[in-house]
């Protein structure tokens, strides 16, 4: 299985905005972050935006952050939010012309692994691939006063888990 690099992007994007909480996010920043295409972005916010998974801002001062907490957000669903409309093989498309429609096992089979990939990614909520990574942050904190506080955040909760 490969994911496709609006998947990729999604999940670049959703990190971004998660290490970077208390700032509305521009495109700009995380194509620079990513090292992505503004314009292929762009189709990924305005996705991500639509699913309910960014809150976007028009205008000047506009751009997105997370529509609700990082540790609310699925890996799973912002999979399959981008996965989903393109068939894993020719005989989950609409218009298979697969000469063993009709009799190939496989297909049932491979239903089955696709979803145990996904189900496998639901428990796995963005804030779990953030929270205290500080290799994370640093290549994608957008200013050092994001770094700091999440630094602090990430040393108190270190010292709360030995007491």
């Given at each position: 299985?490969?994911?496709?690099?609006?998947?990729?992007?999604?999940?670049?994007?959703?990190?971004?905005?998660?290490?970077?909480?208390?700032?509305?996010?521009?495109?700009?920043d995380?194509?620079?972050?990513?090292?992505?295409?503004?314009?292929?972005?762009?189709?990924?916010v305005?996705?991500?935006?639509?699913s309910?998974?960014?809150?976007?801002?028009?205008?000047?001062?506009?751009?997105?952050?997370?529509?609700?907490?990082?540790e609310?957000?699925?890996?799973?669903?912002?999979?399959?939010?981008?996965?989903?409309?393109?068939?894993?093989?020719?005989?989950?498309?609409?218009?298979?012309?697969?000469?063993?429609?009709?009799?190939?096992?496989?297909?049932?089979?491979?239903?089955?692994?696709?979803?145990?990939?996904?189900?496998s990614?639901?428990?796995l909520?963005?804030?779990?691939?953030?929270?205290?990574?500080?290799?994370?942050?640093?290549?994608?904190?957008?200013?050092?006063?994001?770094?700091?506080?999440?630094?602090?955040?990430?040393?108190?909760?270190?010292?709360?888990?030995?007491?």
């Amino acid at each position: 299985m490969r994911l496709t690099t609006r998947t990729n992007l999604a999940l670049r994007t959703l990190m971004v905005c998660a290490v970077n909480p208390d700032r509305i996010v521009r495109k700009s920043d995380v194509a620079v972050a990513i090292n992505a295409s503004e314009n292929h972005l762009a189709q990924v916010v305005n996705q991500l935006g639509q699913s309910g998974f960014i809150t976007t801002m028009r205008g000047r001062h506009g751009g997105f952050t997370l529509a609700r907490p990082a540790e609310q957000i699925s890996v799973g669903d912002v999979f399959r939010t981008f996965e989903s409309d393109l068939p894993f093989i020719e005989c989950f498309s609409a218009d298979n012309t697969c000469p063993l429609k009709g009799v190939c096992r496989m297909s049932a089979h491979l239903t089955r692994a696709v979803e145990a990939f996904y189900a496998s990614l639901d428990p796995l909520m963005l804030g779990e691939l953030v929270d205290c990574n500080d290799g994370l942050e640093a290549i994608l904190s957008l200013d050092e006063g994001t770094r700091m506080a999440r630094a602090a955040h990430c040393t108190h909760q270190g010292s709360a888990r030995v007491n």
